[in-house]
């Protein structure tokens, strides 16, 4: 390694490349980049590896061992890059901010990756990409293409060990498992704006979506970009509006629903649940005549008629705008029925239909009309209700 040159800011530089590093030892295992050396062997399978360390924390893969483990839900990791990474998940950290465009992301090697498709041009051909041969989605990795065709074949490889219950990937039996055999609901996610907690990231980014699209930046003064919808302060960073929600505007749940026991830390939390009591629905698809509660649950609908970022179901003719839609509506195609009623043992395929059912063996009427003191067990019993007894006063 006569070759390798020390720069004069002190830094080890490239031959091949002119990357500098800082350390020796880092730019040796560098150069195997260039020549192809991996002189590491794996002891339990064929595989080499350029580093010791790398190595290492392949064998793990082998033993089992996953030494770094997250205090926030039960995931533990073989590397530590791997824990922090993780952990920017339940804190919806994204330090890497693009310069082209205002998103922010959560390793750098998201943030190069967005760049290289939407900004240097690079990204308009899949050079070093993986694509989807069932619709046009591109993927960084082989591995999440992988789970992701799972989607369009049907397979689901993943067993629950203790229901019939089939997945496409370990996460998705991971979830299973925490939320509906571990007897409670673990909320490991938590927003960094409000401090609500959520079971899932997707739950979590669903939130940011409905709720926080409100800290949006001011065009009219650039040093103060997020404004409070509730007062006329406005901040530097979306995390001082957060704070400043939290401490001033989100101190309790003070917002109760009239119809029901639910309360809420926002008036516009609280404008949408009443939603699902009065039947409105003022977001309408563009394309037919249903409408929505919410903008984003519109917009996924729309995808079901351009088939954009669409899934689509290899049993039938049907399109979903997301692959959690899909799954769900899987469930029709099989036999399985996991959900099962402790008083009659009648069974059920989704979960959602054992806890509506449940209701016929309990005295819960949660959908009280707004027109009138009448409550029913179910929100097709009052559609109807208002339907037939309040249509001509509206």
Request: glycine letters at 4%; aromatic letters at 8%.
């Amino acid at each position: 390694m006569s070759h390798i040159k020390e720069s004069t800011q002190g830094k080890y530089v490239c031959p091949h490349c002119n990357k500098r590093l800082r350390e020796r030892e880092r730019l040796v295992v560098h150069i195997r980049t260039h020549t192809g050396e991996r002189p590491f062997k794996c002891s339990h399978c064929d595989k080499c590896f350029r580093s010791e360390q790398t190595r290492k924390m392949h064998i793990r893969t082998h033993t089992g061992e996953k030494p770094y483990k997250c205090s926030q839900c039960d995931k533990s990791f073989i590397a530590s890059s791997g824990l922090v990474f993780h952990r920017r998940m339940h804190s919806g950290l994204k330090p890497f901010k693009c310069p082209d465009c205002d998103k922010n992301f959560r390793t750098a090697s998201d943030l190069e990756w967005h760049r290289r498709r939407l900004h240097t041009g690079i990204g308009n051909s899949t050079q070093g990409a993986h694509v989807c041969p069932h619709c046009p989605k591109i993927y960084r990795y082989p591995s999440k293409l992988a789970v992701h065709i799972r989607t369009h074949t049907g397979e689901k490889p993943y067993k629950c060990p203790l229901c019939d219950t089939w997945y496409t990937s370990v996460e998705g039996r991971r979830m299973h498992l925490t939320r509906i055999h571990s007897g409670t609901e673990k909320k490991s996610f938590q927003c960094s704006l409000c401090s609500e907690n959520f079971s899932s990231y997707s739950a979590l980014t669903e939130n940011r979506k409905t709720l926080h699209k409100r800290v949006s930046k001011s065009a009219d003064e650039p040093g103060t970009p997020y404004k409070c919808s509730h007062c006329d302060k406005k901040f530097k960073t979306a995390s001082g509006c957060g704070k400043h929600l939290r401490n001033v505007h989100l101190t309790g749940k003070t917002y109760k629903c009239p119809w029901c026991d639910k309360q809420y830390a926002l008036p516009s939390l609280l404008t949408l649940h009443k939603r699902s009591h009065t039947g409105e629905r003022p977001f309408k698809c563009t394309h037919c005549d249903k409408r929505f509660i919410t903008k984003p649950t519109c917009n996924k609908h729309i995808q079901l008629h351009t088939r954009e970022n669409g899934h689509h179901c290899p049993d039938c003719d049907k399109w979903f705008g997301s692959a959690s839609r899909l799954r769900d509506h899987s469930k029709v195609h099989t036999v399985d029925k996991p959900y099962q009623c402790a008083d009659c043992e009648k069974c059920f395929k989704r979960k959602s239909n054992l806890v509506e059912h449940e209701r016929i063996h309990s005295s819960d009427t949660p959908y009280k009309c707004p027109l009138c003191d009448s409550r029913f067990k179910f929100s097709k019993k009052l559609k109807q209700h208002k339907r037939v007894h309040h249509e001509e006063e509206s």
